[in-house]
């Protein structure tokens, strides 16, 4: 038998370390987060945190690519594109999960919750920590709650009574909820996509819509707006959600590598919401370009009593329990 010369052991050993070094960089989990809002809200921050710190944590194990402002998938699209693999991570608003299950439907609820101390109360507790797992026999998994804030109405006309809003377009996201919240005092609601919202607005699709002040400021809604009522009626939160199956799947550290760096995200992100909120809300009313009405509490509470009728409505399919602890953190 000839004996292996140099040279060729020599290549075996360079084709050996290749191929290593090619095994090792396939083995790196490229991760993507895919998201509608504007980088500089806390959902966007919160968001580019995530990947700082799994980054960080992990090394060159992962490599976590984060798709803002709808390039990959608005939150319509969005689960569908968890299931099939296409991104690993989204943050729909809690409104978009209804097709999942009716539960989380909770958070939709107008006047529900006073303010954002008893959102983290009920989300934190034992009912808020169990809906993560709510679409877990869909496929999807919740892995953190991460606030916007509450809701303002704007319209090109005053809103001050519920009879104000009397025959109005707003624009609403995909929930039934959210409907009927409008359909309770006589408005029109219309399902639209967040990315085309401001130029329905600015073209008259619709006259008016709800959002945080984050979200006001960052996609310029109070620009093609001439009134923004100061209502707080209802919530904007997002669950950051993912493939059971993929979550499920990973190795054992880098999914708790993940997990870490996402309590460390949603602890940032929601310190920075009530932060940006105080902020943003200042900055629209220094911009001059909109009215800021506020109400008084004879008018909040003409709001609450018009739009009270949708919890009775909906409580069967959310579960009267789930409504009565997110109620009692008032």
Same mark, same amino acid.
């Given at each position: ?7 060729? @052991?020599?290549?075996?050993? !360079?084709?050996?370390? &290749?191929?290593?070094?090619?095994? =090792? %960089?396939?083995?790196?989990?490229? $991760? ?117 804030? @509450?809701?303002?109405?704007? !319209?090109?006309?005053? &809103?001050?009574?519920?009879?104000? =809003? %009397?025959?109005?377009?707003?624009? $609403? ?132 009593? =018009? ?24």
């Amino acid at each position: 038998m000839r004996p292996i010369s140099k040279s060729i @052991l020599a290549a075996g050993v !360079a084709a050996a370390a &290749l191929l290593g070094s090619n095994f =090792a %960089a396939s083995a790196q989990e490229v $991760i993507k987060f895919a998201h509608v809002v504007a980088p500089n809200t806390p959902k966007g921050q919160g968001a580019d945190f995530f990947k700082k710190r799994a980054e960080e944590i992990l090394g060159d194990k992962v490599q976590i690519e984060i798709y803002p402002n709808s390039q990959l998938f608005d939150d319509d699209k969005v689960l569908a594109a968890i299931l099939r693999g296409d991104v690993q991570f989204g943050a729909p608003s809690l409104a978009k999960f209804g097709k999942w299950t009716k539960k989380l439907q909770v958070y939709d609820l107008p006047f529900l919750f006073k303010d954002m101390d008893a959102v983290s109360c009920f989300q934190n507790g034992e009912k808020g920590q169990e809906l993560l797992n709510a679409m877990s026999s869909k496929g999807l998994t919740g892995v953190g709650y991460w606030h916007n804030g @509450l809701k303002q109405l704007s !319209a090109n006309k005053p &809103l001050r009574a519920p009879e104000d =809003a %009397a025959g109005q377009k707003f624009r $609403i996201q995909s929930s039934d909820v959210i409907a009927a919240q409008f359909e309770a005092v006589d408005a029109v609601p219309q399902k639209m996509a967040f990315s085309e919202t401001y130029s329905a607005l600015q073209t008259g699709v619709v006259d008016g819509q709800e959002n945080t002040w984050s979200n006001i400021y960052s996609k310029k809604f109070f620009e093609v707006q001439d009134y923004i009522t100061e209502s707080n009626h209802g919530l904007l939160d997002y669950m950051v959600v993912t493939s059971t199956k993929w979550w499920e799947g990973l190795d054992p550290k880098i999914r708790d590598g993940l997990a870490q760096a996402m309590k460390e995200a949603s602890d940032y992100a929601n310190g920075l919401s009530a932060e940006l909120t105080a902020e943003q809300r200042q900055a629209v009313i220094d911009s001059g370009e909109t009215e800021i009405l506020q109400l008084s509490g004879e008018e909040f509470a003409k709001w609450q009593t =018009a739009m009270k009728p949708v919890w009775d409505e909906f409580s069967g399919d959310i579960g009267q329990d789930i409504i009565d602890a997110a109620a009692a953190c008032n």
